[in-house]
């Protein structure tokens, strides 16, 4: 049978890695990208095409994903002039792999429902290097025939590809799941630096809280650089910052006020707004051994 036509927009770390994968799994593949023009020259030489903007990219397509930083990234390729909506129509699937806001997620369904195409949210689990081997978690949801039609295209991504219900439930997943991670990872952080100003080791701070329920596969990412100085999470402070401002965003929507998130929160825009956002997450140790003794401007 004949594969469906990729339409690929964002090529960043993540997204070039992810057209790899579908160009060695034989699917052809239209990119759009950004600035950066890395992602796209290494597609173009494996065989894929460019388009010059995103309706062009939706008509030659059966099947668009984006994977870009944000929800109005998101929003600005979809209803801005010449994007995704444009060119929408019955039977067209459109999947967004980043991190958004469900609220977002929700409208631009329905959007495109009127236009007779499929929205899905699939947010992903995992790094660039699983992207190319096919071996990403991939939360999606939404409309349950249109994920039916694309499974195929997902498994060849991902090695645990989830379908978790309505529209918007992937992103609700993925939000709480990142401020679960970052608020553990800033609290390790802290724990380390603190100790360190204590004059305790922080291998054997490590080694006692490991031995019992707080281990975690987080507190081993920090740990690791903590105590190595390898980074086994390439994840930046600014990303974590944008999930985490999401995820009270989110919460705001649904009528709640977010207690836990509040530190996390906090903690991540002071290190992006002090000229950290690019630090990888488990580098907030060394961010915390230089500001832990200073009040919060």
């Known amino acids: 049978m004949t594969k469906p036509r990729i339409g690929f927009i964002g090529m960043g770390l993540m997204g070039r890695a992810m057209v790899e994968c579908l160009q060695a799994a034989d699917y052809p593949v239209t990119v759009l990208g950004n600035r950066d023009r890395t992602g796209v020259e290494e597609a173009l030489a494996r065989g894929a095409t460019e388009a010059p903007d995103a309706a062009a990219l939706t008509a030659e397509a059966d099947i668009v994903m984006l994977c870009v930083g944000t929800s109005e990234q998101v929003e600005s390729r979809v209803y801005g002039p010449k994007g995704v909506l444009e ?7 459109v999947i967004d792999f980043g991190t958004s806001l469900p609220a977002s997620t929700k409208k631009i369904a329905a959007d495109l429902a009127a236009r007779g195409a499929a929205y899905l949210d699939a947010p992903l689990g995992r790094t660039p290097a699983h992207a190319r081997e096919g071996k990403l978690n991939i939360m999606a949801a939404g409309d349950r025939a249109a994920y039916d039609r694309v499974k195929p295209v997902l498994d060849t991504l991902g090695e645990n590809v989830f379908h978790l219900g309505a529209s918007g439930n992937g992103h609700t ?15 390790m952080s802290e724990a380390f630096a603190l100790a360190e100003a204590a004059g305790i080791d922080r291998s054997a701070l490590y080694d006692v809280m490991a031995a019992g329920p707080n281990h975690s596969g987080m507190m081993d990412f920090i740990r690791n650089y903590a105590v ?7 994840f930046s402070v600014a990303n974590g910052a944008k999930d985490v401002g999401y995820y009270r965003q989110m919460a705001t929507d649904l009528g709640l006020h977010s207690r836990m998130s509040t530190a996390a929160d906090a903690t991540l825009r002071e290190a ?9 997450v488990p580098e907030l140790v060394d961010w915390m051994d230089k500001n832990l003794g200073k009040e919060p401007k």
């Open 87 to 93: 060119s929408a129509r019955d039977g067209l699937v």
């Open 272 to 280: 992006r707004d002090g000229g950290a956002g690019e630090i990888m």
């Open 228 to 234: 190595d100085g390898q980074i086994d999470l390439a």
């Open 173 to 187: 997943i993925k939000l709480i799941n990142n401020f679960f991670a970052m608020t553990t990872a800033s609290a």
